[in-house]
């Protein structure tokens, strides 16, 4: 897996998103963190 791009947050309250790419199935997963309560959500878009 490799890490595609991280955004840091523009603006407060809004989360820091880091893609990666996974080349068995050619998708890209994200993880967007929130560094206020440094809480977590996983999009696995491969599952939708």
């Known amino acids: 897996m ?10 407060p309250g809004s989360p820091r998103v ?3 790419y ?3 199935t050619g998708s890209i ?3 967007a963190i929130c ?3 440094r809480k977590a ?3 696995d878009t491969t599952k939708l």
């Open 22 to 24: 996974e080349s068995d």
């Open 41 to 43: 959500a996983l999009i």
């Open 29 to 31: 997963q994200y993880v």
């Open 2 to 11: 490799t890490i595609m791009k991280v955004s840091e947050s523009r603006k």
């Open 18 to 20: 880091a893609g990666f």
């Open 35 to 37: 560094e206020a309560t």
